[in-house]
């Protein structure tokens, strides 16, 4: 439920109120004359432009796939993935089989498995023989620092759901019936306009998973300092029982900012976050998932620093709430990106594309592993059990109906160094210049006190 009521607190005085509103605006004109000026704003961040960022995503499967590259991919190099895999994976003659090695938490080896079987489905005869290796659990583990030098071994091709910088694994998208979210979330979008939500930064989330988050807590207002966050714990076991992600949607339509910041690797709940075009504050992340690296600060979202979040988050809420049609066009291209980036029909063909350049690399015959079964959809959902059948119901739901009449889109090239080397300055460049408004504006609050 909505805590509302846990806004109003004690008001400040109004002398207090309007000494700090003139600080404020004083600090504001000061900076925001060439924060408009500095170029780094994207403007008419429209739906189209959306779409050629959501087509370049897709270039990431080539960065991906690089460390094979010139090496291929071998039978051993696939089986020295089996230290942490939760499942072996091989497409042969049009079939699917499974080996598991370990039981999957949340069933999440069932959805993907179950997402590349609706694959099947959409593109019959299309996938070639493979074998992969995928692990379920979070946070990657193939360190790239392990497999430099000249006599390194070439590292095990490993998919999971999320990498970062440090590591080699594979990443791929981590399936969910996306269309019925978009459709919640299109839903949340149309309650109450932007301009009349709370002016604050919301977060609400399991503070418990990460240091992280507990600090951000420390953010919350109080009667002594308002950081302009409105910061709130899940009550898993209440919202559970109420059908949380309904929930989730509404509150986070309710703000004009809300805040993402990790759990302990990268966060399923990004999704709903992004949703109803409220300002995404993102606190500087480590990892990301399949579509999140073409997202560009200040563009898409608004980078909080992890290392000062108060402070940031603060500036942040001011800023948006100082320029709120720039704050609002953010919000805007943030959330119309994720709704072209959840497209059904782009996730299976990130899936497609991903598997077959894959495939590509392999020099090894892929046979089906001992002890491993064939998969069909059919039987799956048969077999499907649960909290009162509803993981059936979602099957059901999401089962694609038949052959897909249109190709998958096309793939487009790798990047190539220097556009890539361009592309992650433009973003670097990006984070520090807000950094860098951010001091300026600290600074001329502090000069004026
Ligand atoms: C944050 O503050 C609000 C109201 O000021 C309160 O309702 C809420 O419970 C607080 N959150 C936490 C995690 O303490
Ligand atoms: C994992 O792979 C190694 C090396 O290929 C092999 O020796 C080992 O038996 C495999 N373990 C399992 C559980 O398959
Ligand atoms: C690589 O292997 C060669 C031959 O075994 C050895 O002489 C050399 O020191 C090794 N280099 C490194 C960096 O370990
Ligand atoms: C971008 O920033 C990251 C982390 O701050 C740094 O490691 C990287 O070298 C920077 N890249 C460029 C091209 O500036």
Redesign the pocket.
């Known amino acids: 439920m909505l805590q509302r009521s846990g806004l109003k607190r004690k008001p400040p005085t109004t002398a207090a109120l309007l000494v700090s509103t003139v600080l404020l605006m004083a600090a504001l004109i000061t900076y925001s004359s060439w924060i408009d000026t500095s170029g780094v704003f994207v403007e008419n961040s429209t739906e189209k432009t959306n779409t050629i960022v959501v087509y370049k995503n897709r270039k990431w499967i080539h960065e991906d796939l690089r460390p094979w590259k010139t090496s291929g991919i071998t039978r ?1 190099m696939v ?2 993935a ?1 230290g942490t895999a939760t499942f072996h994976l091989v497409i042969k003659g049009g079939k699917a089989y499974v080996k598991s ?1 370990r039981q999957a938490i949340q069933t999440r080896d069932v959805f993907t498995i179950w997402g590349i079987l609706q694959l099947f489905r959409k593109y019959p005869g299309r996938l070639p023989d493979l074998e992969i290796m995928f692990d379920t659990e979070d946070r990657p583990v193939i360190k790239s620092r392990e497999y430099r030098g000249p006599n390194a071994t070439a590292p095990p091709p490993l998919f999971r759901y999320c990498g970062d910088k440090e590591t080699l694994d594979i990443v791929f998208p981590d399936w969910s019936f996306w269309g019925c979210i978009l459709k919640d979330i299109e839903q949340g979008n149309q309650k109450i306009k932007w301009i009349d939500r709370e002016p604050y930064a919301y977060w609400k989330g399991n503070p418990f998973v990460a240091e992280n988050r507990q600090e951000l807590l420390k953010c919350n207002a109080t009667e002594q300092q308002d950081w302009n966050a409105r910061l709130f714990i899940q009550d898993w076991i209440l919202e559970g029982q109420q059908g949380f992600k309904q929930s989730n949607v509404a509150d986070q339509c309710m703000y004009r900012y809300k805040i993402y910041i990790e759990g302990y690797a990268w966060s399923v709940s990004e999704k709903y976050i992004l949703a109803c075009d409220s300002v995404t504050l993102m606190v500087q992340p480590q990892f990301y998932d399949f579509f999140m690296r073409n997202k560009q600060p200040v563009e898409h979202y608004w980078p909080i620093r992890n290392d000062d979040k108060c402070r940031s988050l603060k500036f942040a809420v001011d800023w948006g709430n100082n320029h709120k049609k720039k704050a609002h066009e953010i919000g805007k291209a943030g959330s119309s990106f994720m709704q072209e980036q959840l497209k059904m029909d782009y996730i299976y063909d990130y899936m497609y594309h991903l598997l077959n350049e894959y495939a590509k690399l392999l020099k090894f015959e892929p046979r089906i592993p001992e002890g491993s079964r064939e998969l069909c959809s059919e039987v799956m959902a048969c077999h499907a059990e649960g909290q009162k059948g509803r993981k059936k119901k979602f099957m059901m739901e999401s089962l694609v109906k038949g052959p897909s009449v249109t190709n998958p889109c096309t793939l487009p090239p790798p990047y190539d160094r220097r556009a890539l080397a361009a592309f992650v300055r433009r973003k670097n460049s990006s984070i520090l210049q807000v950094k860098k408004w951010e001091k300026g504006y600290w600074q001329s609050l502090n000069k004026q006190h």
């Open positions: 051993d089986e020295r089996n090695y």
